[in-house]
């Protein structure tokens, strides 16, 4: 069964736009979710995870519950931010991604 | 940071040959870790979550005397593609856990292998 839902495969913005990149997950317990960021060429990196409450480059996510949802949300995209986004949640030893999301901020 | 390592980075090997790809956590000791495949443009694919000193656990589909993984100590696990087909090209990525924790994974570089 997917656990995690990234509805969208690819999104595109224009720089200064506002950028939401969607997650869902599916999951009976207490969730640990994260967003992985991979740049074009580079390794996947952490970007944020939801118990540290952080903002990290200007996005922020929040664990909604009741929606079992943790979208990924940046008030103004810059152009730098364009790379593969993927959610993730993390049971246990398990760690299950979601099918990512290409974002391209267009300059 | 944590750091992974993978090595070899790019791979090229005859059909039918098999080749191992090294996974390394260079600073801290992983008791956990993953491997995954990714093709062209698209998302990562879970293959096997490989854990120190036992066998490790397969996804659905992944065919386990293809992808042979041992993880013989708590910072190094191989990935082993037996019998090599052009089909198996593909960018193998590792990721690791440090011990204790249940956070964060941390990535390698990845492993890109062609097949020829």
């Known amino acids: 069964a997917q656990r995690v839902t990234q509805p969208e495969k690819l999104l595109s913005v224009f720089k200064g736009a506002p950028v939401e990149l969607k997650c869902n997950y599916s999951y009976s317990g207490s969730p640990e979710l994260f967003w992985y960021v991979q740049y074009s060429r580079q390794r996947l990196q952490l970007l944020l995870r939801h118990i540290s409450r952080e903002s990290i480059k200007g996005f922020t996510a929040d664990l909604n519950k009741g929606e079992t949802s943790f979208h990924l949300k940046k008030p103004f995209a810059q152009e730098e931010d364009s790379a593969m986004y993927y959610c993730?949640?993390?049971?246990?030893?398990?760690?299950?991604f979601g099918t990512g999301t290409s974002l391209t901020v267009i300059p | 940071g944590a750091v992974v390592s993978q090595h070899p980075s790019w791979v090229i090997c005859k059909s039918g040959t098999s080749v191992k790809i090294e996974c390394r956590s260079l600073d801290f000791q992983a008791t956990t870790m993953f491997w995954y495949r990714q093709f062209p443009k698209q998302s990562l694919m879970l293959m096997a979550t490989?854990?120190?000193?036992?066998?490790?656990?397969?996804e659905q589909g992944v065919e386990k005397d293809k992808f042979l993984i041992n993880h013989a100590s708590l910072t190094l696990s191989t990935l082993t593609v037996t019998s090599a087909h052009p089909e198996d090209s593909s960018f193998y990525i590792c990721s690791a856990r440090v011990r204790g924790s249940t956070g964060e994974l941390f990535f390698g570089e990845g492993s890109r292998l062609t097949v020829l």
């Open positions: 490989s854990n120190e000193g036992s066998k490790a656990t397969y």
């Open positions: 993730a949640l993390a049971t246990g030893n398990q760690f299950y």
